[in-house]
């Protein structure tokens, strides 16, 4: 690869040491790239994409490399890391309108608080806030807790830019709340893991800040309880805006990396937001109260926004601190329908058994959400087979209840051998063949979403 | 077109009275099918497809034709009506998951019944739902008043299963709240109007019914005044679920049309409504009273269910009712950021007065969504070509104005012909080659959103 320096002087990383930074994301893969290529803007990603094309390159979007599923791995020998963590600018926040307009950079929780001083609220809320941006939320279709009552990512994208694979701009979707004329390429591009087009601004829906709102952290004696809880919950017709789930395991993993004060002896934990007018608010946090109170829980109330944040701190931090009880995790996403997540807890307790593998579970018991961690040693070859192995039989037990292999981390390679257990070849035919009207050379982000082999 | 009476025994319309009865909808086109095709399943769905593939012959997709731009008329010789009203089951209502079965021809008044009497609620509700059926609300991405809080048909459509035009059934999408395996054909099928494949099935998210409603309906003296009061209730921070717009002539019409004691001196009307936790829908239905008042509305509040339903069957006669102003009106539904409505409004004026034409506006105000009647006499043929020029200039205003010329009626034939006021050349190539990919030899209502000549 000549010349890839002199195409943005200042903007190509090539060093060793810059690589070896760029190789790895939030997942248990790495690789390394040959060069990378820092964007501060839309025609310098052109400038970045026409290279990749005219030369066949392979070309692996990034934002700031938090993905479950080594969407930004670079997986391929010679393929360059266009690292969108530069493109940082909230452009716009019309308050009038309600309508936020930012480069693909800008990281979720800058949104957040930019957002939250001016009254307004942005839901999606991944556990990566902090550091995750929103143009890789977007490629992801990212969740996070509130999404249960307020949906994900995409139901917030009105408009994108892009820049196609052969280095041209398209701006898809509108700037309004509405608009329906023609194919919705917006929310084709969402969730599409940047192997479609390249993502450098989004326009945003926001919403007004909710008044008030009230956490409830419910320890449960009996894992049984926690789901008898959720069944109660939904069955009242609340809609909490979120309502998170640990098992014992990762209760005493968070309370050994960040001691909040979580009861470590519960065998299960609900994390309940509500939220809304004051009146409501109380109302429903009494009645969730009153059923985790039936059920044994010993309901306690974050009576400040410090205790919620640090509950909240504590809930996100479950995902590093499983890394004191194992050295690797193999950390999936399932979601089932929420009626069957007793049904498929037992199914992961069978499956642990039968490999003699830890698995400790999270996630949003509200939608269904579990994030499931098999917890093992990568050096230790024979375990971490078994690891493996198991994937398979948790997604079979997952598709029998109805359910699918991912919420919200996506495919990208982690996933990509399992695509066939849920996708039909029909529909993966249907979607490579939209790949191709995108991208005719194949150089975005090869081999994410759809295997070498189908 | 010979043996299609054979292909489907029972099935099959060829008389010219009934082909008559399928060769208009709600807008002002009309055609002649060659044949009408009735499935009652998913395999006659799939038979009807292949007869019409192997021979290129095209196939217009339809549900109770009850749509504004001419997606389901007959626009072409030698076309088949593929009308999917017998297609009408409620398979399946998941209590504990909040999710909906159902087959394409399912009216969504007869949903929106079905659920309400088992406490639950599926928000989407054109103007049309006594009549228009979900896997047509599915093809155009149908919206309706309650958009404002709850998002429209897109919002709700969790998978769906289609006949491609190859005659092969597909499932695309989840059964669960959340999923993010592969790309979202699902979302790339709401909206495409037809010209990509057949809904057969439709998997919906639906709600906890809100506990309470509260309906204001706010006549004000001045127009201004009631655009006004728009701002404010939203600047306020609170999201009505409802907040329609009426003119002073649309309010005429409706009473003479169908009288239900709207104020007909008023210029301009606002038809509110808050829902949620009683304590919360008191406190907003009071704030927003306060505002409307304070701006010289003269507001009442529907007591009970008769007179709430009594103000929405008003509403949703307005359209039929602006009949009674002139024989023929051309509609569109064109959106503005919301701030932008008194500018469109005072637009909307000039180019009337320039036209010499009456135009009536009504519609959701909360996103911007205009409904513009451009009230003329099609047998008036200088009147009529006057009208037709007037619409290149309300798009025109509304483009320039940040908007969209379509929130919710998609763009059909009656719209085809601006669409590349809105689209971009690369956007539409794109969109083209997508329609390719499903539909190799173009049977899929050609015509409808892309023009024969782009």
């Known amino acids: 690869m000549k010349n890839i320096k002199d195409i943005l002087p200042g903007r190509v990383l090539t060093d060793i040491e810059d690589l070896f930074c760029y190789g790895f994301d939030a997942s248990s893969f790495e690789g390394l790239p040959s060069a990378v290529i820092r964007p501060v803007n839309t025609d310098e990603v052109s400038i970045a994409v026409t290279f990749a094309f005219e030369r066949g390159v392979p070309l692996i979007p990034r934002g700031a490399g938090t993905g479950m599923t080594a969407g930004a791995v670079p997986n391929l020998r010679d393929s360059i890391i266009l690292s969108l963590e530069g493109m940082n600018r909230i452009i716009d926040i019309d308050d009038k309108n309600l309508v936020a307009v930012l480069e693909h950079g800008v990281i979720n929780a800058a949104l957040q608080n930019k957002l939250e001083s001016m009254g307004f609220f942005y839901p999606p809320d991944p556990a990566s806030m902090d550091f995750c941006t929103i143009g890789g939320n977007v490629a992801e279709n990212a969740g996070g807790p509130r999404a249960l009552k307020y949906g994900v990512t995409r139901d917030y994208v009105l408009g994108l830019e892009l820049v196609l694979p052969n280095g041209k701009v398209l701006t898809t979707g509108v700037k309004t709340h509405k608009g329906v004329v023609g194919y919705d390429l917006t929310r084709l591009i969402v969730g599409s893991e940047g192997t479609l087009a390249v993502i450098t601004k989004i326009f945003l829906k926001v919403l007004p800040q909710p008044e008030e709102i009230a956490t409830l952290l ?3 004696p009996k894992l049984e309880s926690a789901a008898m809880a959720v069944s109660k919950i939904t069955a009242s017709k609340i809609i909490p805006r979120t309502l998170e789930f640990m098992d014992h395991e990762a209760i005493k993993a968070v309370e050994n990396y960040k001691p909040v004060g979580l009861p470590a002896d519960a065998e299960a934990l609900l994390l309940i937001e509500v939220d809304g007018a004051p009146a409501s608010v109380n109302a429903e ?15 306690r109330v974050a009576d400040d926004i410090y205790s919620r944040k640090r509950l909240w701190e504590a809930r996100r931090s479950v995902s590093p601190a499983l890394y004191r009880i194992s050295p690797s995790k193999i950390n999936e996403d399932i979601v089932v329908p929420r009626s069957k997540i007793p ?6 307790r069978n499956i ?4 003699g593998l830890k698995i400790v ?24 087979q078994k690891a493996k192995d198991s994937v398979k039989d948790i997604f079979e037990a997952t598709l029998r209840l109805g359910g ?5 981390h996506g495919v990208g390679l982690s ?6 257990m849920e996708l039909s070849p029909l529909g993966i035919e249907l979607m490579k063949a939209i790949k191709k009207t995108f991208d005719p050379k194949g150089i975005m982000n090869p081999g994410k979403i759809f295997p070498a082999d189908i």
Chains 1, 2 share one sequence.
């Open 218 to 220: 419910c320890p449960f």
């Open 285 to 299: 946090a009494d009645k969730i109260a009153a059923i985790c109170t039936s059920l044994g829980a010993d309901v």
């Open 404 to 408: 699918t292999i991912s919420g919200e």
């Open 361 to 384: 579970n999270f996630g949003h018991a509200g939608d269904g959400n579990i994030h499931v961690n098999i917890m093992t040693d990568k050096n230790n070859q024979e375990e971490y």
């Open 415 to 420: 996933k990509a051998e399992y695509l066939k």
């Open 343 to 348: 049904e498929m807890i037992l199914s992961l």
């Open 352 to 355: 642990g058994d039968r490999y």
